[in-house]
């Protein structure tokens, strides 16, 4: 492999001149780490994540030694000095591959890591804390004489690459944001019973005033799985009943919006 080098992170499009020549259809699977793991909050210069990937080569011709593969890594790569986002690309020269051949190729990414770079600051593996993160790679090939592979995952007119040449994971480190900021500077808790509950929810909140109230429950990803709207309600004491009974087990945000009120809480599904 060359040595790595950097770019900024944003895949922009690159017309390829010449036709493609080797019927070569590259295929990339991310083995590890497997797409929706969750990790704790990475400490620098101590903790590593695995990333192993597999190619595959589909076509009828075989990727030659002379030949030219280049991979380009888009994830948790910053700049030491800017914090710009940047994505790592690394071709692979002298690398053989036959038709309908696989070789699994990986390295670890350790938090806090200085990368040499080509650019004109140093690039730092930086996976954020208490958030989603996504990991992915691309990968494309040309021949001795720079044409490109007669691959279907790239188009040679725009260079944008699809399908089987990309691959890649959704990452969640520490307690993800989108879960952490709901409840944030929320000086209202909502009483939320039974909890944990087999998924039948009752949520209890003095309201201060008439208002139309609504509620909104969200999962550890930060997504929203149920909303429902209980209509105009009196001010005083109001206690709402959900059958949330078809949502997976597993730990939910939950809040109550009535006008310029909320009011939020967390409870556990256990069937």
């Keep these: 492999m060359k040595k790595i080098f950097t770019s900024v992170a944003v895949m922009t499009a690159c017309a390829f001149g010449a036709f493609a020549q080797k019927n070569i259809d590259l295929e990339i699977n991310l083995l590890l780490p497997q797409n929706n793991t969750a990790y704790g909050n990475l400490v620098d210069g101590q903790d590593s994540i695995p990333f192993f990937f597999e190619i595959t080569n589909n076509g009828t011709a075989n990727v030659a030694a002379n030949d030219t593969l280049t991979l380009t890594y888009v994830g948790s790569f910053v700049g030491q000095n800017t914090n710009t986002k940047y994505r790592i690309t690394e071709e692979l020269s002298n690398y053989t591959l036959a038709s309908g051949a696989k070789d699994t190729l990986g390295f670890f990414l350790k938090q806090g890591d200085v990368i040499a770079s080509s650019s004109s600051e140093n690039i730092l593996v930086k996976f954020p804390h208490n958030a989603h993160d996504t990991l992915r790679v691309f990968i494309y090939g040309v021949d001795v004489n720079g044409d490109l592979f007669a691959d279907d995952g790239v188009d040679e007119v725009t260079g944008s690459i699809s399908g089987n040449n990309i ?105």
Aim: charge should be positive.
């Design 167 to 271: 691959t890649g994971a959704a990452l969640t480190f520490g307690t993800p944001t989108a879960l952490k900021d709901l409840f944030a500077n929320k000086a209202e808790v909502l009483n939320v019973y039974p909890n944990p509950t087999n998924g039948n929810v009752n949520i209890k909140h003095a309201l201060t005033t008439a208002a139309e109230a609504s509620v909104k429950v969200t999962d550890i990803a930060g997504r929203v799985v149920y909303t429902q709207n209980f209509g105009k309600q009196a001010a005083g004491e109001q206690t709402f009943n959900m059958n949330l009974s078809h949502l997976a087990n597993g730990v939910y945000a939950i809040e109550l919006t009535a006008g310029s009120q909320k009011a939020t809480s967390k409870f556990t599904i256990k069937k």
